[in-house]
């Protein structure tokens, strides 16, 4: 089945830094959407994108839908140990009813 | 506000054994999803539901069914379990317009699904 590329599959920062990652796809998308799931529960969402170019914030974490509809961009800046988990990109292409997931990205914060 | 309720939250099966797994919402949406993670996979489609007495095949429905008979109540079923439907499970729903809502899918948080 169709995936997203999602990357970097993991990574390890110290608390503090700024965190960026990406997914991209060989389909056109017309909604992107940003979740962090913890240990032992389901996805939660983080932010959701509807336009092209669209930058939209929730806290610390920024997320950006790609010109090219193609690609979306999740940062979190200054991260605290809370900020540990997987993070799944999902993309929903115009007249479906379905969301195509990323493989995730596993977030690992140093204090 | 309960939102997704899934259940159960744990089984562990044998080869070749039935059972069914409910997802159940309480947001009055249109839509609801099943889902498998696995490993490495990320979340892949089993089946999906528009509305009430709808059903539709995702990526990996093969081995699956699905009924929806009460709108806020969304069934999967395994007729004859295998060890590669060992895995977790999660269920979604969404309201009826994406845009309307700037929360388009909610997620249970899980069954975990062992076949020996």
């Known amino acids: 089945g169709q995936q997203l590329n999602q990357s970097p599959q993991s990574m390890f920062i110290q608390e503090g830094e700024d965190v960026s990652m990406n997914c991209t796809s060989s389909?056109?998308?017309?909604?992107w959407l940003w979740y962090k799931q913890d240990p032992g529960e389901g996805p939660v969402l983080l932010i959701a994108?509807?336009?092209?170019?669209e930058l939209t914030s929730n806290g610390r974490l920024t997320a950006q839908f790609g010109i090219t509809r193609k690609d979306s961009f999740l940062n979190i800046s200054a991260s605290i140990p809370s900020d540990v988990g997987i993070y799944f990109c999902?993309?929903?292409?115009?007249?479906?009813?379905?969301?195509?997931f990323g493989t995730g990205t596993r977030l690992k914060v140093l204090a | 506000n309960a939102g997704v309720t899934q259940t159960p939250k744990f089984r562990v099966l044998k080869t070749g054994q039935s059972m069914t797994l409910l997802c159940a919402q309480d947001?009055?949406?249109?839509?609801m999803y099943w889902y498998r993670q696995d490993p490495g996979m990320g979340l892949r489609l089993i089946h999906y539901s528009v509305g009430e007495g709808t059903t539709a095949k995702g990526e990996v429905p093969d081995g699956y069914n699905v009924s929806r008979l009460k709108k806020q109540n969304f069934l999967l079923g395994l007729e004859s379990a295998a060890p590669s439907q060992t895995s977790v499970y999660f269920c979604?729903?969404?309201?009826?317009?994406?845009?309307?809502?700037?929360?388009?899918?909610?997620f249970g948080d899980g069954t975990r699904l062992s076949i020996l």
């Open positions: 947001m009055n949406h249109e839509y």
């Open positions: 994108l509807y336009k092209a170019g």
């Open positions: 999902a993309g929903q292409t115009s007249g479906t009813y379905k969301y195509i």
């Open positions: 389909s056109i998308f017309n909604t």
């Open positions: 979604a729903s969404s309201p009826d317009r994406v845009a309307a809502s700037n929360q388009p899918q909610h």
